[in-house]
């Protein structure tokens, strides 16, 4: 007999009480096709109490639909190629405030909720902030009962499992559909034609319309997100590519030409087989645009199918409204096509004429941008764009055509600018299709994601623009949702907080940590907060110790930097920093160690698969580590830990349990980031750079409570300038950190590339871009004076509470409050 069979299997849908609770799991695992009702092991355990779980997520999308049907509110729909949703299960009840009637109900199971929750994969169909932003965005949506969706790709394998071998990082395909997502509704009834290639047609009346080539279906899978304590649940809609049978050739495939046979089914796999394909190559760049484009086409189609269907007299001439209806918010250019494909299912679809047809896209499309990197603001070869979507492409040069009639009409002065301006770059060696461009012409709002990074915008990347249209330009600081990152993750310290606050409403308010000021100084809660941080540092050394064999030891200082590895993040400046305080702890007598701070060191973060320099910075992070945590003289004052494998579940862990972080991008770099929002959240003290969103939150939560360092952002260009000159002089520090890790002191790796590109402008070198340089000498000073404060636990305890208590500002709530009333004009729908 199964565990499963000692609880009488009942099928009662959104049960509330343990005992029903319990009934619908057994009842889940038994009549589930999915694995054999004999077995009830943890796994089978997840999957059972997830469906039960959906039961009740099925209930309310149910009603959200229905409602949002009958009371025809407008509605923002959220394109976007990433969401980095993690597991879901623990949010789940969270949200629907059934976590402890689940618990309770496991135990009749003899589970621990906790336990179960993590047999779930992380969904991780994203690469970092941007995916993990939509993903926070939905919540705060479904929160604020917003009529609003997202729509995505549902990819086979999202981002990959990172593999830290001898050589340094491996990719390994990750398996989040291996068995099934118990979170997913397929809907058969939800089907778009999306055509690829072929040519445009143009019909006696000029009409022009696109034509052959060849053509896919996208098929809807709807993930039900649940908002907190609201009876809404919306739709993260993502999107899979299927070949019909009329595609399979039987007549080739009984000749046993089996690939041949199934060439459409082969090519249609591909397109949502992962998450960002490799762009080195042609065929790999075309593969990228044709995910763009099935993600911009069967989104659309569908937005302008509900159109229709809230109401039948809109079938003909009302697109006028549809402005009203809808609001298309672009997360970054990804997402770009949606503007030309919206004007061809308006004007070749729906007959509508240009004016018109670019009047509705214009007051319903907006941009998000989230980098002012110029290697990610993306430029498509016209050639490629032409060949793939040839009626696209003649509309893209319509656009192009228009503006730059518009401004040497309106502008004289600002002829000169045209050319950088315009949608096409038509350079003769390298005609591109510029997104960005493409997205500020055609949006009706363009958006930042954190203040100095939307006067970045308007100061220099959009700058032109800005005196034609000054209005278009807004700022949204990011935001991360306060129940995944402090309710869910930590509830000790939420806990605590409730308890001093007397309320948890601070769940969906987070302006009320403030109230946590007035007890900065207070013993009582130093004590209790003390001991929650014990608690989450624990657990964070227990997984630390499982994932990688090191033991670190809770009492020291917890220094934690994870996020993507890149060179202007920075985490070279880090592991430099880790290599010359081992130096100097090797140089230093036994009983001047002791006066020293003991500290651990991790870093965690994937690095692109073709990125050299980032590979290598993981493994300099590995070396480093390997000789420093087996040096018995200094390893009880220091560690230092690669945490493999970084993603949401794993940021759950680390986050808790930290006490610094580490924010450190060279200035006017890092747009906003959004780690930095939840490491202070959850009181950890913050080391960083005037860039993203760290000016804020410094603001926030007082200069005195974050550990400020290095160039700020408009002085960035002119250190470079003075470094082009030979103007630098390196500090003496950071020679001696560089020289160290030469002279082989961490193995026989070869890191000259690495350590040249923060040299001048020599062999591999860059002329140390990313100002390391520069830096190293402030960064390190900085750091002296965190070990100096760490020494005086009061003071750090102080300043840990004041980070949480002036988090606040950084609710996912308040930004999408924000695009809700400033650019969406949406308001909450709430099913009654
Ligand atoms: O806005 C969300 C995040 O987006 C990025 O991750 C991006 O992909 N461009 C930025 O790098 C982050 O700064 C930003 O927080």
């Known amino acids: 007999m199964s565990a499963a069979d000692k609880v009488k299997p009942a099928a009662s849908p959104a049960a509330q009480e343990p005992s029903a609770i319990a009934g619908n799991i057994s009842y889940h695992a038994q009549y589930s096709p999915h694995f054999s009702p004999l077995a009830f092991g943890p796994e089978q355990a997840f999957y059972a109490t997830a469906e039960s779980v959906r039961d009740h997520l099925l209930q309310r999308w ?209 397109i949502c087989a992962v998450l960002y394909p490799g762009d080195a190559t042609e065929e790999g760049k075309l593969l990228r645009l044709k995910q763009q484009y099935f993600l911009c086409s069967a989104s659309l189609q569908d937005i302008i199918f509900r159109f229709k269907e809230r109401k039948s007299d809109r079938v003909s001439g009302k697109w006028s409204e549809f402005p009203s209806k809808v609001a298309v918010q672009m997360n970054d250019t990804h997402p770009t096509l949606a503007i030309p494909e919206l004007m061809r299912l308006l004007m070749d679809v729906e007959g509508l004429g240009w004016d018109e047809a670019w009047d509705v896209t214009n007051k ?75 997205c500020v012409v055609a949006g009706h709002t363009v958006n930042g994601v954190a203040e100095l990074h939307s006067n970045i915008l308007k100061e220099e990347l959009f700058a032109d623009y800005l005196s034609i249209w000054p209005k278009k330009f807004q700022n949204k600081t990011n ?41 900065a100084d207070d013993e009582k809660l130093h004590a209790e907060w003390a001991a929650a941080k014990l608690a989450s540092k624990k657990r964070l050394a227990k997984h630390v110790l499982d994932v990688t064999g090191v033991t670190i030891d809770p009492n020291s200082l917890f220094d934690i930097q994870i996020k993507r590895i890149h060179e202007y993040k920075r985490q070279l400046m880090n592991i430099l920093g880790a290599v ?129 360092f290095g160039a700020k952002a408009d002085q960035v260009a002119g250190l470079r300038k003075d470094r082009e000159n030979g103007l630098f002089k390196p500090d003496p520090r950071f020679e001696e950190a560089k020289q160290f890790i030469r002279s082989g002191a961490f193995g026989t790796y070869d890191y000259t590339p690495l350590l040249d590109s923060l040299e001048g402008n020599t062999g591999f070198g860059r002329g140390d871009y990313f100002l390391v340089g520069y830096d190293f000498p402030s960064y390190i000073d900085a750091q002296a004076r965190v070990d100096e404060a760490y020494k005086d636990k009061k003071k750090w305890i102080k300043m840990s509470i004041l980070n949480t208590a002036g988090s606040g500002k950084f609710s996912s709530d308040r930004t999408i409050d924000q695009y809700a009333k400033e650019i969406w004009g949406i308001s909450a729908c709430p099913v009654p």
Not at 403 to 426: A, H, P, Y
Not at 592 to 604: I, L, S, Y
Request: charged letters at 25%.
């Open 479 to 519: 935001g991360i949702t306060p129940r995944r990152w402090l309710r869910f993750c930590n509830p000790e310290l939420s806990e605590i907080v409730t308890k001093w606050l007397k309320t948890d409403q601070w769940t969906s308010n987070l302006d009320l940590l403030t109230g946590l000021r007035k007890f």
């Open 62 to 270: 149910n009603d959200t639909y229905l409602h949002f049907h009958k009371t025809d509110p407008k509605q923002t729909y959220y394109l976007s190629m990433e969401y980095l949703q993690g597991r879901a299960l623990t949010n789940a009840v969270g949200n629907l405030g059934i976590t402890g009637a689940y618990a309770d109900a496991l135990k009749k199971f003899g589970y621990e909720l906790e336990a179960i929750a993590g047999q779930e994969r992380d969904a991780a169909l994203g690469n970092g902030g941007l995916g993990r932003l939509a993903s926070c965005f939905l919540d705060s949506m479904a929160t604020l009962n917003l009529p609003s969706w997202g729509y995505g790709l549902r990819y086979r394998y999202g981002l990959f499992k990172q593999r830290i071998a001898q050589e340094g990082q491996e990719e390994i395909a990750e398996d989040w559909l291996d068995k099934f997502s118990p979170w997913e509704i397929v809907r058969h009834d939800v089907v778009y034609p999306i055509r690829f290639f072929g040519h445009v047609e143009i019909s006696p009346d000029g009409k022009r319309k696109w034509a052959g080539g060849e053509v896919l279906s996208a098929l809807a899978y709807d993930v039900p997100i649940p908002g907190y304590k609201t009876k809404n649940a919306i739709s993260l809609r993502l999107w899979d590519a299927k070949a019909t049978a009329e595609d399979f050739n039987l007549f080739q495939f009984n000749d046993g030409q089996y690939e041949s046979a199934a060439q459409l089914h082969s090519r249609a796999q591909q």
């Open 580 to 708: 010359y305080r081992y130096k100097k702890l090797k140089e230093m007598s036994a009983a001047d160690r002791q006066k020293v701070t003991p500290r651990t060191v991790m870093v965690g973060g994937k690095a692109f698969a073709t990125y050299t320099n980032a590979k290598r910075i993981v493994k300099l992070v590995n070396d480093v580590g390997a000789v420093v945590n087996n040096d018995a003289d200094v390893n009880k004052y220091l560690k230092v830990v690669f945490i493999p494998n970084y993603n949401v579940s794993v940021a759950e862990v680390l986050i808790p349990g930290s006490e610094l972080s580490q924010h450190i991008s060279t200035a006017g770099m890092e747009a906003s980031g959004t780690s930095n929002m939840k490491f202070s959240l959850n009181g950890c003290v913050i080391i960083g750079t005037l860039d993203g969103a760290n000016v804020e939150i410094r603001e926030e939560v007082g200069q005195d409570n974050f550990f400020l």
């Open 364 to 438: 319903t499309v907006a941009y998000t941008n989230h980098t002012v990197l110029p290697e990610a603001l993306e430029k498509w070869s016209q050639a490629v764009m032409r060949k793939l979507l040839p009626r696209h492409m003649e509309i893209i040069e319509e656009i192009d055509k228009r503006f730059r009639e518009m401004v040497i009409s309106t502008r004289k002065d600002m002829e000169g600018k045209i050319e950088s301006m315009r949608v096409l770059d038509n350079n003769p060696e390298k005609p591109v299709v510029r997104m960005a461009n493409l």
